[in-house]
């Protein structure tokens, strides 16, 4: 296939799991702070800081207020990490990608864009952000759903799933860091009581909570929930299955050797790295490492297969 | 009973679906009483319906000066088109005719010239083209067809004769809006396609993909076929998408073709490089290889006219065809047919003056406020003079250009376009259409059934351009005789 399709597919998919992460991220935000009594450190400002976008929001806006927050993450045009944004980026690459996609693809992710754009005054509210934010997950559900009905297991899918799957392994880091305010060493007494709640709705933001109870049948606590959610090998959103999802997608792929070696470099990370009894600047560093290597191998998978070969 | 239809008017030009009198043409009398069933507002939320689906299927075209919207929905009028099947037998044949003849005239003007030689056609005409390429000459593309694919547009004229008003050689656009338009009209109006007979037209990109194997390189088994598109930003990107997906074709930008010292063309795709064999390309000679002709051209490729005239790489359409396209070769068209293939044209022109010929130019001159002025070369409906709707203003500018470049200009009567009924404003009232019918030809020939029926929406107006704010409608070729 063309390396440009190959490129358009990849990106599609980053953006289309990146929209979901993003509505569920909020979703579950939204109830955490709900949850929460009245002045508890966690603050709307905090899902700046976790989404890497305080920057862009002081250019914009005066206070980080829930209105402000929510609409800057929902709908804001100008803010490229916007929920509306991703959703944009994916649509702009499906519809290059018509070639490559059956139809009805297109469709879905055409009227999930739509029907944000025609909606976003249901931002403003709770109830209609909530619908909004339902809407939008389970619309990115059918398109993943469709796929795994309706396209063959061939390069094209490969590159769609490693988009994916990268994406994923990101958004769990990038959601796992709120646990650095969780465990924060000058946390109040109410947040010590309230911590395992707080885990339970982070597991909740990833669909993990049934599983986790299903497959480590502890009670909730940081240890257990970051082990769980790193590297785990069966739970979809874990970063170890993640890793291993591009190991074998990549082993699909011609001219894998190279990512190979690496990928196997950061699956034996994962599975050596000590996380228990992390201070929050130890698992905040640690992430942030993860990060970076999930950085390196998007670099990898661009230089191998996306980049013009200039010889002729 | 009061009915829909008491108030249309079918004055002035001949109507697709109203007799001169008021009363359903044979073709049309389902489609009459079936419209007459509903009232304005069922009529209306038939068309919310429709654009709604055009909006969630994303049908669009862009255009260039909306800035920061790229895409426009397709403008589409839900009441379709008919033509009756006889009708359009007797059309299709006379388009493969036109055709055949415009391709024996291409390869003759890149080789013997005998039309010329002949005295047929003045030589300063080819000469003094834009359009004739000289590194062409001594190419003998495959079957001897140079334009391959054809888009042509018809006018019915008041007493009802089709009319070909010109032949689209270079990269004619619309055929996916056909294909689109009867996908809406399924979902508008499911019943009372059900009943009818009507002709499918989603056979297109079949035909096609056949037309573009034929024309394959000798020997290459199992061809490789790709469309090269201009890139996203194009207004016809939408149909380039469209129509490598329904062929499974690649979709490739100039950027991802290479040609080698080898002279073939290969495309970059992740296993490496990969030969290309048949390209259909949507973008204009002057930009298809910037080694040749504009060499700021971005959009091209490299060497892609080398392969083509070493033979490694077919062409659709062949570089050059565009010779052919020119409102001044347009004239000589039934000559041809009549030279070439011995017959005689079964669809006639529209009466052209020749601004190069100072009989002709004398005449246009006197009478534009009665004619239809148009550049030789443009398409899309730029540059040109409606003279009965224009200013004296406009009027006057024209005579002035005309004389300063009389070769890219022509002139012919203003035609009373045929109407059909178009929903505006919960009304059904006539509006004048025109038919862009597509036509193959690579070792046989193909016709689509019917064709891009483009509406002007303006009360009075003749533009039907979508670029110049016309809309489309579902075109139906019905048999009422089985």
């Not at chain 2, 079936?34 to 068309?47: C, H, I, P, T, V």
Request: glycine share 6%; proline share 4%; net charge negative.
């Amino acid at each position: 296939m063309l390396s440009r399709s190959a490129e358009r597919l990849y990106w599609l998919a980053r953006y289309v799991e990146r929209t979901e992460n993003t509505a569920r991220l909020l979703s579950v935000y939204m109830n955490l702070m709900f949850d929460l009594p009245m002045g508890m450190e966690l603050s709307w400002r905090y899902l700046l800081n976790i989404t890497g976008s305080e920057n862009i929001f002081y250019k914009l806006y005066e206070s980080p207020t829930e209105q402000n927050t929510m609409h800057f993450l929902i709908a804001e045009t100008r803010n490229p990490g916007s929920l509306f944004s991703s959703l944009s980026y994916a649509r702009e690459s499906i519809r290059t990608s018509r070639d490559e996609m059956p139809d009805e693809a297109w469709q879905l992710v055409n009227e999930m864009y739509l029907y944000t754009k025609n909606n976003t005054d249901l931002v403003s509210e709770r109830s209609g952000r909530v619908l909004l934010l339902q809407e939008i997950t389970q619309g990115c559900q059918r398109f993943t759903g469709f796929l795994s009905g309706a396209m063959s297991h061939d390069h094209a899918l490969s590159f769609i799933r490693l988009g994916r799957s990268i994406e994923r392994a990101d958004m769990t880091t990038r959601i796992l860091d709120i646990g650095s305010v969780l465990l924060a060493e000058d946390r109040s007494d109410q947040m010590r009581e309230l911590e395992s709640s707080l885990w339970i709705h982070v597991l909740k933001s990833l669909s993990a909570f049934l599983m986790y109870r299903k497959h480590r049948r502890h009670r909730i606590n940081s240890d257990d929930v970051l082990d769980y959610l790193l590297r785990d090998k069966d739970f979809p959103r874990a970063v170890l299955h993640c890793i291993n999802e591009l190991q074998a997608y990549n082993n699909q792929l011609p001219n894998s050797e190279e990512l190979k070696k690496s990928l196997k470099k950061l699956e034996l990370f994962l599975m050596d790295m000590n996380i228990e009894q992390s201070t929050p600047s130890q698992l905040h560093d640690l992430l942030d490492y993860i990060q970076a290597r999930l950085g390196d191998t998007h670099n990898q998978i661009e230089s191998t297969w996306f980049l013009p070969k200039l010889e002729t | 009973m009061p009915s829909l239809w008491d108030h249309y008017s079918v004055a002035n030009a001949y109507d697709e679906m109203r007799s001169s009198d008021n009363l359903a043409r044979p073709s049309s009398s389902r489609l009459s009483h079936y419209l007459n069933s509903l009232d304005g507002n069922a009529l209306e939320a038939r068309k919310t319906a429709a654009e709604m689906a055009i909006l969630e299927m994303g049908i669009t075209f862009t255009v260039y000066s909306d800035e920061g919207n790229i895409d426009r929905a397709w403008p589409f009028d839900i009441i379709p088109r008919i033509i009756e099947y006889k009708e359009w037998r007797h059309v299709e044949t006379g388009l493969k005719q036109r055709l055949k003849a415009l391709n024996c005239f291409i390869d003759d003007m890149y080789n013997d010239q005998t039309f010329m030689k002949e005295g047929l056609i003045p030589s300063e005409i080819i000469t003094s083209s834009k359009n004739f390429i000289p590194e062409c000459v001594g190419m003998h593309p495959k079957h001897g067809v140079w334009a391959n694919i054809c888009g042509t547009d018809l006018v019915r004229d008041i007493d009802g004769t089709f009319f070909v008003l010109e032949d689209n050689l270079r990269v004619p656009s619309g055929v996916s809006y056909m294909i689109e338009n009867r996908v809406i009209t399924k979902r508008v109006f499911p019943e009372l396609l059900q009943d009818l007979n009507v002709l499918p037209v989603d056979g297109y990109p079949a035909h096609l993909l056949d037309m573009l194997v034929s024309i394959a390189p000798a020997g290459t088994h199992r061809p490789r076929i790709a469309v090269l598109t201009p890139g996203i930003y194009n207004s016809a990107y939408f149909e380039h998408a469209y129509l490598a997906q329904q062929m499974g074709a690649e979709l490739v930008e100039g950027d991802d073709l290479v040609v080698k010292d080898d002279d073939y063309v290969y495309m970059r795709t992740i296993n490496g490089l990969e030969k290309v064999d048949v390209i259909y390309r949507r973008i204009d000679d002057q930009f298809l290889d910037p080694e040749v002709f504009r060499k700021d051209s971005m959009l091209g490729a490299k060497g892609i006219l080398r392969a083509w005239k070493a033979g490694k790489l077919a062409l659709a359409n062949a570089p050059g065809s565009g010779v052919a396209d020119d409102k001044v070769v347009y004239s000589y068209v039934p000559e041809m047919i009549r030279y070439y293939l011995n017959e005689s044209p079964i669809l006639p022109n529209v009466e052209t003056y020749l601004c190069s010929n100072p009989e002709h130019l004398d005449y246009v001159l006197k009478h534009l406020a009665e004619l239809v002025v148009k550049p030789a070369n443009e398409s899309g409906g730029y540059g040109m003079l409606v003279g009965p709707h224009s200013t004296a203003a406009e009027i006057s500018k024209f005579h002035k250009i005309i004389q300063e470049n009389p070769r890219n200009y022509i002139a012919q009567p203003t035609l009373a376009l045929s109407t059909c009924p178009t929903l505006c404003d919960n009304k059904l009232e006539p509006r004048h259409i025109d038919l862009r019918p597509f036509i193959l030809q690579g070792d046989s020939s193909f016709v689509t059934a019917g064709g891009l029926t483009r509406v002007a929406l303006q009360r009075g107006s003749l533009v039907v351009n979508s670029s110049q704010g016309g809309g489309s409608k579902d075109t139906w070729i019905i048999n009422t005789e089985t």
